[in-house]
């Protein structure tokens, strides 16, 4: 039975044909023989599993998926603070009742709460660390060898893939169970190209059905960026470089992500996840922390600020709004506001108010009086309009009569117009987040139309690869909002401020101030041929006279 058993291990793992073997000496040795020969199911590798002291390892600032807030995470990057002090800052911030750092701890429950929204990881960094700490680290962290040159005689190690285990060994440590302050590893060599990191970490976002929807956001940008700069090609001729269409990129985004995870993604849903990426850096930390679905978010992105988006975050955040939920939120019909409530309102205004009212009611039932006695009435009061008092209150009240009047015909008035694309000034606020600023210094040196405007920004996008990738995000948005407008979507109108000056009668020129993104839409649609868009509809909240003396 031992060398039964000696000769089964010796020939496990060989690849010696029968006829270099000696004759087996039983049925269970011919077996072991002929298992040398076939696929076994698994091969060796040369990855081995290390212990790592955490200090020793820093988290990529590229990946895909941001666990801390945006500026615990540019501190960490930036080597202002170390992670170790980033965690405890996060969890003193949990204490203060932060919501952004008690969503990523996992102390308030996280939405969506309807079967028609994706599925989402629900556990926060506590549960993790909880089964970590119960049952040990199930999957080591991925690992790269660097060179630190700040400690050249210093092995160090930067983060490939684990990033939310990595943080919980930090919170168990931080919590005083200092027997987590090394991490199970696997180390691997840093490759030469990085893009192979990158793709590593794309392959494993898309594949992941729990994956938030800005990660996957930002994982389908670099993969657009890369295929960007893979899809160029020189025009024939000339010294420029053309580059794909969004359009097209976007195809090829969808079919990159089919790729990794058999499952189709249109170009238009491609376009959605991208446009999530203009959020403003708060929102996108408590969009994150939140772990919010893209369904949730698209109407979100139809607001005009970043104030109004962010606020409606938080309500879905409180409230575990559905993604239908928000829709209604967001395309309800806003109530009009009377004209003596758009104020805050003293106890004299209110006073004021009921007297009015209450004088409009006591008119209305004179004016509704049977026609006799309509007559008698006025006849009356003219017999009384023979003194001078009476006279006098009686041409006082016409006077009010007649002012209160006026006013309500203004308010009433709508201050919804169409206004020609020629008569906004081009918005350069919304360019300046996504352009050097010498870039920006050129349209403010100019006097360019927004049509002018956006062609050179096109022109920039092709033949500039670091200005291309820049301007991505406000490529995206305004895309995004010209779908919306060409399908006729509800959409929040732009709200514009009109200057006349005295001088030119009726001209009037216009300064967004908020909606950008619409304006833009339009100017990309005219751009596109669609001259029905040269029209744009807007809220107008004021006129202002300038005199140029």
Same mark, same amino acid.
């Given at each position: 039975?031992?060398?039964?058993?000696?000769?089964?291990?010796?020939?496990?793992?060989?690849? /010696? /044909?029968?006829?270099?073997?000696?004759?087996? *000496?039983?049925?269970?040795?011919?077996?072991?023989? /002929? &298992?040398?020969?076939? +696929?076994?199911?698994?091969?060796?590798?040369?990855?081995?599993?290390? *212990?790592?002291?955490?200090?020793?390892? @820093?988290?990529?600032?590229?990946?895909?998926?941001?666990? #801390?807030? $945006?500026?615990?995470?540019?501190?960490?990057?930036? !080597?202002? %603070?170390?992670?170790?002090?980033? &965690?405890?800052?996060?969890?003193?911030?949990?204490?203060?009742?932060? @919501?952004?750092?008690?969503?990523? #701890?996992?102390a308030r429950q996280k939405g969506p709460v309807e079967e028609e929204d994706e599925i989402v *990881? +629900?556990?926060?960094?506590?549960?993790?660390?909880?089964?970590?700490? =119960?049952?040990?680290?199930?999957q080591p962290l991925n690992?790269?060898?660097? +060179?630190?040159?700040?400690?050249?005689?210093?092995?160090?190690?930067?983060?490939?893939?684990?990033?939310?285990?990595?943080?919980?060994? $930090?919170?168990?440590?931080?919590?005083?169970?200092? *027997?987590?302050?090394?991490?199970?590893?696997?180390?691997? /060599?840093?490759?030469?190209?990085?893009e192979i990191i990158h793709q590593r970490q794309e392959a494993e976002n898309a594949a992941?059905? +729990?994956?938030?929807? #800005?990660?996957?956001?930002?994982?389908?940008?670099?993969? !657009?960026?890369?295929?960007?700069?893979? &899809?160029?090609?020189?025009?024939?001729?000339?010294?420029?470089? !053309?580059?794909?269409?969004?359009?097209?990129?976007?195809?090829?985004?969808?079919?990159?992500?089919?790729?990794?995870t058999g499952r189709a993604i249109g170009d238009r849903m491609v376009r959605y996840y991208l446009a999530l990426l203009n959020l403003s850096p708060a929102a996108q930390d408590l969009v994150e922390a939140a772990?919010?679905? =893209?369904?949730?978010?698209?109407?979100?992105?139809?607001?005009? @600020?970043?104030?109004?988006?962010?606020?409606?975050?938080?309500?879905?955040?409180?409230?575990?709004?559905?993604?239908?939920?928000?829709?209604?939120?967001?395309?309800?019909?806003?109530?009009? !506001?009377?004209?003596?409530?758009?104020?805050?309102?003293?106890?004299?205004?209110?006073?004021f108010e009921k007297r009015v009212l209450d004088a409009a009611k006591t008119i209305h039932s004179l004016l509704s009086l049977p026609p006799e006695n309509y007559e008698d009435a006025v006849i009356a009061l003219a017999m009384r309009a023979k003194d001078a008092k009476t006279r006098q209150a009686l041409q006082a009240l016409r006077q009010t009569l007649e002012e209160v009047l006026l006013k309500a015909e203004d308010f009433a008035e709508s201050n919804i117009v169409e206004v020609s694309l020629l008569a906004? %000034?081009?918005?350069?606020?919304?360019?300046?987040? $996504?352009?050097?600023?010498?870039?920006?210094?050129?349209?403010?040196? =100019?006097?360019?139309?927004?049509?002018?405007?956006?062609?050179?920004l096109v022109t920039w996008r092709q033949s500039d690869g670091v200005l291309a990738s820049r301007l991505e995000p406000f490529f995206n948005q305004i895309e995004f909002d010209a779908e919306a407008l060409r399908a006729g979507e509800p959409m929040p109108l732009p709200r514009l401020q009109g200057e006349k000056k005295a001088n030119y009668g009726e001209v009037m020129i216009y300064q967004v101030e908020a909606g950008v993104s619409v304006y833009w839409a339009h100017e990309l649609l005219v751009r596109r041929g669609e001259s029905q868009f040269k029209l744009m509809k807007a809220e107008i909240t004021g006129v202002t006279v300038v005199d140029e003396d």
């Amino acid at each position: 039975m031992a060398k039964r058993k000696i000769n089964i291990q010796r020939n496990l793992g060989t690849r /010696t /044909t029968l006829l270099e073997q000696t004759a087996p *000496e039983s049925v269970i040795d011919q077996l072991t023989s /002929t &298992m040398s020969g076939v +696929d076994i199911g698994f091969r060796p590798t040369d990855q081995r599993v290390y *212990e790592i002291n955490l200090d020793r390892i @820093t988290p990529d600032p590229t990946q895909p998926r941001h666990l #801390l807030p $945006h500026d615990l995470r540019k501190a960490v990057h930036e !080597k202002t %603070i170390s992670p170790a002090e980033a &965690m405890q800052e996060l969890v003193l911030r949990a204490e203060r009742g932060d @919501t952004v750092a008690l969503l990523i #701890l996992g102390a308030r429950q996280k939405g969506p709460v309807e079967e028609e929204d994706e599925i989402v *990881e +629900d556990t926060g960094l506590f549960a993790l660390a909880q089964s970590i700490q =119960e049952v040990g680290l199930r999957q080591p962290l991925n690992v790269y060898r660097i +060179d630190d040159p700040d400690q050249p005689d210093r092995t160090a190690y930067r983060l490939g893939e684990g990033e939310r285990r990595f943080w919980a060994h $930090h919170l168990l440590v931080q919590r005083g169970y200092s *027997e987590f302050n090394s991490v199970k590893c696997i180390v691997e /060599t840093l490759p030469e190209d990085e893009e192979i990191i990158h793709q590593r970490q794309e392959a494993e976002n898309a594949a992941r059905v +729990d994956l938030p929807a #800005l990660a996957r956001a930002r994982s389908m940008q670099r993969i !657009k960026e890369r295929l960007n700069m893979e &899809m160029r090609t020189r025009v024939p001729g000339e010294n420029t470089i !053309k580059l794909p269409g969004s359009r097209e990129l976007e195809v090829m985004v969808g079919q990159r992500v089919k790729s990794f995870t058999g499952r189709a993604i249109g170009d238009r849903m491609v376009r959605y996840y991208l446009a999530l990426l203009n959020l403003s850096p708060a929102a996108q930390d408590l969009v994150e922390a939140a772990q919010l679905t =893209e369904k949730q978010l698209r109407p979100v992105m139809r607001l005009s @600020t970043d104030a109004e988006q962010l606020t409606m975050i938080q309500r879905i955040v409180e409230e575990k709004w559905s993604g239908r939920k928000v829709l209604q939120e967001v395309t309800a019909p806003s109530l009009p !506001k009377t004209a003596l409530r758009e104020v805050a309102q003293t106890t004299v205004e209110q006073r004021f108010e009921k007297r009015v009212l209450d004088a409009a009611k006591t008119i209305h039932s004179l004016l509704s009086l049977p026609p006799e006695n309509y007559e008698d009435a006025v006849i009356a009061l003219a017999m009384r309009a023979k003194d001078a008092k009476t006279r006098q209150a009686l041409q006082a009240l016409r006077q009010t009569l007649e002012e209160v009047l006026l006013k309500a015909e203004d308010f009433a008035e709508s201050n919804i117009v169409e206004v020609s694309l020629l008569a906004v %000034i081009p918005p350069l606020d919304a360019l300046k987040r $996504h352009l050097p600023a010498e870039k920006v210094e050129i349209f403010e040196a =100019e006097v360019l139309t927004g049509s002018q405007i956006l062609e050179q920004l096109v022109t920039w996008r092709q033949s500039d690869g670091v200005l291309a990738s820049r301007l991505e995000p406000f490529f995206n948005q305004i895309e995004f909002d010209a779908e919306a407008l060409r399908a006729g979507e509800p959409m929040p109108l732009p709200r514009l401020q009109g200057e006349k000056k005295a001088n030119y009668g009726e001209v009037m020129i216009y300064q967004v101030e908020a909606g950008v993104s619409v304006y833009w839409a339009h100017e990309l649609l005219v751009r596109r041929g669609e001259s029905q868009f040269k029209l744009m509809k807007a809220e107008i909240t004021g006129v202002t006279v300038v005199d140029e003396d």
